[in-house]
Structure formats: C-alpha cells, structure tokens
C-alpha cells in the first residue's frame, strides 16, 4: 500500500475545497453531501462541487478492470487536482483515492505524480474537519442512544477512528455507547456483497445482531454503502434502529427521514 500522505500542517486561509460527492451519494442519498458543505463552510473554507465528478473507478478496480478504473481516475484528477483540498464523505472512495490512484499509476510518467499529488490533499470529511481545519462544530441538541461503526476502508487506509467520535461530542444529548466489533467489516465491501451474497448477508446479520444488542436507537458511520447494508439488514430484521452518517449528525438532521427509511412511498 503506498504511504498515507501527511496533511499540510498548516492550511490556506479560506482554502478552496472540491466537494467530491460520491455515486452513491449523489444517487441515494444527497442530504449527506448537503451536511457534509455545510460543516466546510462553517469551517471557513470555499466549497466547489465540480459538475464533470463521476465514480472515483473503485467499482471497476475492485473486479479487476484496471483498464476502466485508470480511466475513470484520469477523468477525475483532471476535474479535481485545481483546488487546494479534496474533501470526500465516505471513506472507502478517499481511500481509493489516496491509495489506489497513485498504485496504479506508479509506472505512468505522465499520471504518477498527479496521482501522488492529488493523494496528497484529498480528506475523508471527519478526518479534514478534525486533522486539518481543527474545527469544531456549534453544538447542536439530539437526545438518543446511538453507536457507531467503523468503516473498513476509513479506518484501515484512512486511520479514521477518533475524529468523528470528537465531532459528536458537540451534539448535546446524544450518549454514543460502545459497539462490540466495531471495527469488524459489515458485509459490504462494495462488489463483495454482490459477488458473494450469501456470505456478506451472514456477516451483516451478526453486525446488525451486534447494532441491537447495544440498546442503540441510532446507528452512525462514515460510509453510505456501509450504512445502507445494514440499514437494510436491520430493517428486514424487523429492528426500529435508525441509521444516519455521522455529517448528518453534526448538521441537525437526526429528526428527519433516516437512511432507508420510507418516505412517501419511497426509500431514502
């Protein structure tokens, strides 16, 4: 694995931040990327969400299709590398970001320093609002139980482990208890609960058997993927937990529609 790159020590006044939405996000469930610009503003940064973004090629890199997943990474340095910091909500794609772009382009003279540079200044969001920014968010209120999760990919690639648990301290009333596990994979895993289905469902019903048994009336992580699994897992098991990520949290919108949760008919 290349080397996790340090964040400058001292940021930009005003730094200019592209917002990269992420696909499922973008598709499933916006209110994130809406909380996540909102924390950045309140951090004192300018926020870009550059129109041309698309999928960050972990789809493709994941199944083996290198071919697509370069592609797909050229496209997005291009649209990205003009801005100070590249903050993203979601652990698993910054991490493809930071990570898997400069691998594949090691050999590539002409993308192997963009790769390294955009690495660089890329930030899964608690981690930027936190390491970077040091930011602190005006405190809010919410009352309710909740636990968290770790996601594989924000913890492992990212070391995201404190900052968002230091984040949610600034929401009164919201008691986070300790999730048995908590750092032990949901199932997910992007294209693994689709190639091996019936493991990833054994494994996200422990995970959700885990969720229950904290007491928990809310479930928060730093993954929409991994949030949706078992959001999903929890629901089919008849659970009344609610899951949210964690900018949702720190941005006042545990009262509202939870992740797959029906609303008018329709899931969000």
């Known amino acids: 694995m290349t080397p996790d790159p340090a964040p400058p020590a001292r940021p930009?006044?005003?730094?200019?931040?592209?917002?990269?939405?992420?696909?499922?996000?973008?598709?499933?469930?916006p209110a994130i990327a809406e909380s996540t610009r909102e924390l950045l503003l309140a951090a004192g940064c300018e926020v870009f969400v550059p129109l041309d973004q698309t999928c960050c090629g972990q789809p493709a890199f994941n199944s083996g299709d290198e071919a697509d997943g370069r592609a797909m990474a050229r496209?997005?340095?291009?649209?990205?590398?003009?801005?100070?910091?590249?903050?993203?909500?979601?652990g698993s794609c910054a991490g493809t970001i930071r990570h898997t772009w400069p691998e594949t382009f090691a050999g590539d003279a002409a993308w192997a320093g963009r790769s390294r540079a955009l690495a660089a200044k890329t930030h899964e969001i608690t981690s930027f609002l936190v390491d970077v920014m040091g930011f602190r968010?005006?405190?809010?209120?919410?009352?309710?139980?909740?636990?968290?999760?770790?996601?594989?990919?924000?913890?492992?690639?990212?070391?995201v482990h404190d900052q968002p648990r230091d984040l949610l301290e600034s929401v009164e009333g919201l008691r986070l208890v300790p999730l048995p596990d908590a750092n032990v994979c949901c199932g997910f895993g992007g294209t693994f609960c689709v190639k091996y289905?019936?493991?990833?469902?054994?494994?996200?019903?422990?995970?959700a058997r885990a969720i229950e048994g904290t007491g928990a009336e809310i479930l928060?992580?730093?993954?929409?993927?991994?949030?949706?699994?078992?959001?999903?897992?929890?629901?089919?098991?008849?659970?009344?937990?609610?899951?949210?990520?964690?900018?949702?949290?720190?941005?006042?919108?545990?009262?509202?529609?939870?992740?797959?949760?029906?609303?008018?008919?329709?899931?969000?």
Do not use: W
């Not at 496209?75 to 979601?90: K, M, N, R, T």
């Not at 968010?137 to 070391?159: K, M, N, Q, V, W």
């Not at 289905?197 to 995970?207: F, G, L, T, Y």
């Open 12 to 29: 930009p006044a005003s730094p200019r931040v592209a917002l990269f939405v992420t696909c499922l996000v973008n598709v499933m469930r």
């Open 75 to 90: 496209h997005q340095i291009a649209a990205l590398e003009g801005f100070d910091y590249v903050v993203v909500p979601s």
């Open 197 to 207: 289905p019936a493991i990833s469902n054994a494994v996200v019903d422990e995970k």
């Open 220 to 268: 928060l992580g730093g993954d929409l993927g991994c949030l949706m699994n078992m959001a999903g897992k929890l629901g089919r098991r008849g659970s009344g937990v609610r899951a949210f990520h964690t900018v949702e949290a720190l941005t006042g919108r545990l009262g509202t529609a939870a992740i797959g949760q029906a609303v008018g008919g329709k899931s969000r």
């Open 137 to 159: 968010p005006e405190p809010s209120r919410f009352s309710a139980i909740a636990t968290y999760h770790d996601t594989c990919s924000g913890l492992r690639e990212l070391g």
